[in-house]
């Protein structure tokens, strides 16, 4: 097997250092993978800039600790950590930046196809329509996918292998959820008359 040419480059053990400046490197470089990263970034990749022995979930925990009252933190959604603004100030960078609301803005329909899509995947465009008793527009089908909330799973092994709909990672970072075991519970959604409790 051929090493990457950085991962050759790179000191993780730094055996060198002290264990309080070791452990101290190790924090910055997490921070840094996280800085230039725009999606999460799971603990299997965190784990290659460290040394063996270290543990990321203490590294990140620290740096965490870190950043407490400052304008961003260390956040642990779709399976990985990343860096982002906390919502407080949302509004400044709004404003600084000149930019529109990048909320998703989606309609009360989308949201909750959006919810029978993330409760049943992976499912059909008929799947939908059993649920909902109408069919779903292409459209709607549409805004979600170029939102990249839903993304196309495998081919249902009906007639026709028609296509198959599941959440994605831009999903689980939209609604802050570290998996979809973290989707709220079923029943609580039916009360609230966003899935259908026959489905």
């Given at each position: 097997?051929?090493?990457?040419?950085?991962?050759?480059?790179?000191?993780?053990?730094?055996?060198?250092?002290?264990?309080?400046?070791?452990?101290?490197?190790?924090?910055?470089?997490?921070?840094?993978?996280?800085?230039?990263?725009?999606?999460?970034?799971?603990?299997?990749?965190?784990?290659?800039?460290?040394?063996?022995?270290a543990s990321v979930d203490?590294?990140?925990?620290?740096?965490?600790?870190?950043?407490?009252?400052?304008?961003?933190?260390?956040?642990?959604?779709?399976?990985?950590?990343?860096?982002?603004?906390?919502?407080?100030?949302?509004?400044?960078?709004?404003?600084?930046?000149?930019?529109?609301?990048?909320?998703?803005?989606?309609?009360?329909?989308?949201?909750?196809?959006?919810?029978?899509?993330?409760?049943?995947?992976?499912?059909?465009?008929?799947?939908?329509?059993?649920?909902?008793?109408?069919?779903?527009?292409?459209?709607?089908?549409?805004?979600?996918?170029?939102?990249?909330?839903?993304?196309?799973?495998?081919?249902?092994?009906?007639?026709?292998?028609?296509?198959?709909?599941?959440?994605?990672?831009?999903?689980?970072?939209?609604?802050?959820?570290?998996?979809?075991?973290?989707?709220?519970?079923?029943?609580?959604?039916?009360?609230?008359?966003?899935?259908?409790?026959?489905?």
């Amino acid at each position: 097997m051929v090493k990457d040419h950085a991962e050759t480059d790179l000191d993780r053990e730094l055996d060198d250092l002290p264990t309080e400046l070791r452990w101290r490197e190790w924090r910055r470089r997490i921070e840094a993978v996280l800085f230039a990263s725009a999606s999460p970034v799971p603990r299997e990749d965190l784990a290659r800039v460290v040394g063996q022995g270290a543990s990321v979930d203490l590294l990140v925990e620290d740096l965490a600790a870190d950043l407490e009252g400052r304008s961003f933190e260390v956040a642990q959604v779709a399976g990985g950590w990343m860096l982002r603004t906390r919502p407080a100030y949302a509004a400044a960078i709004r404003t600084a930046a000149d930019v529109g609301d990048q909320d998703l803005d989606l309609r009360e329909y989308d949201v909750a196809v959006l919810a029978a899509i993330a409760y049943h995947q992976p499912i059909t465009r008929d799947g939908l329509k059993d649920i909902f008793g109408k069919e779903i527009s292409r459209d709607l089908i549409g805004r979600l996918h170029a939102r990249g909330l839903i993304g196309t799973g495998p081919r249902s092994p009906r007639r026709g292998a028609p296509y198959t709909y599941v959440t994605t990672e831009q999903f689980l970072v939209a609604f802050d959820l570290e998996s979809l075991q973290d989707l709220p519970d079923r029943e609580q959604m039916e009360d609230a008359g966003v899935i259908n409790s026959q489905a």
